[in-house]
């Protein structure tokens, strides 16, 4: 019985050598002269560059965002769309449509879209959805697209709310030290 313990702590404790002596990950420096790599940095580039991700195309921009839905969304779905208001379109279908197109076209965790619509003033991956949503309400009942007016219209509001939320915040605890002359 002891030898069988005896046999297992000699195993265990070889098998932890070797474990211990594994080559460095991406993240250590390999050499001084090398920067760190960071392995999300790393997926993200990949990622943007990609025209698929997990088996769905990722559209490379605005109007192939349209193309794109009007091959998804039957005739009858984007009739219904087409005649809801602006408003009331990119407020209901936030959710449905709109989680689709996060998930599927990677805006949480970058592709090539959520990369050019970066590039025009959107960070914010639902403020992304909704401006998609609204320009494709706008293409489908042929009126001008505005999308200069949109984004700012979007980058003012994250910038108020950004504003609001530090004007509610509350100092936990302040200190204060005096200088030594």
Known sequence: ????????GIASLTAFELFAQQAPTQTEKKDEKEDVVDPYEAAYQERIQKEYLFGVYIPRDLADCFIQLN???????????????????????HFSLGRWMTHNWGLYG?????????????GNPDNMVRFIIITYHRNLNKEKLEVKALIEHFQAAQQKQAEDRLKQGKIIHEERRKRQN
Do not use: P
């Not at 019985?1 to 297992?8: D, E, N, R, S």
């Not at 091959?71 to 279908?93: G, N, T, V, Y």
């Not at 970058?110 to 959107?122: I, K, N, P, T, V």
């Open 71 to 93: 091959r998804l969304i039957d005739r009858d779905s984007r009739q219904k769309f087409k005649q809801m208001s602006e408003a009331d379109a990119a407020q209901k279908l």
């Open 110 to 122: 970058g592709s090539r879209l959520s990369y050019y619509l970066s590039q025009l003033g959107l």
């Open 1 to 8: 019985m002891t030898v069988k313990y005896l046999i297992f």
